[in-house]
């Protein structure tokens, strides 16, 4: 299952949320279940960005939620965030 | 680089949608630069899916929207479609 999380950040914080997201993907990607983590800047607005994730099934994902770097740093991430834009989970088809 | 197609289909029309996808899926992902080509379905709403792709540069995505498969499937695909609902084309930052 695919997810996407699309925002535009607050003015003048890209650096710092790149590097907060930084400390996120080290444990998250070692998480039994995650396929990927990663995090993409749009072309034309470089204040939106959307992280793409992949886990092996809902109970990886369920416990990503409660891993301690989730709890501490998401909320990190959100608060530089000025607006969240959309928010998908997929699953695969082709 | 990244790019992220979202649409809602038209009532009625996923298997076909699927099917022309598929179609277009085999000779895409053998063009040089394609790293990824692949169709999501969004978990809440079945009319709702996302096209993902990978490019390893703008040349590749170039090439790829002038190549006979693009342009033959490409068009039938919005047909099945009752609104695109965002698209951007992302760089990966982390």
Redesign the interface.
Known sequence: ??L?S?RILKEGKIEEF?NV??EL?GPSRAEEGCLSY???????DPR???I?EEWADQEALDEHKKAAHFVKLVPALDELTEKKL?F???????
């Open positions: 299952m695919k996407v699309k790149i997201f930084k993907t990663e995090l993409f800047q749009d072309q034309k939106v960005f959307s793409i959309d998908n989970i997929y699953n695969k088809v082709v």
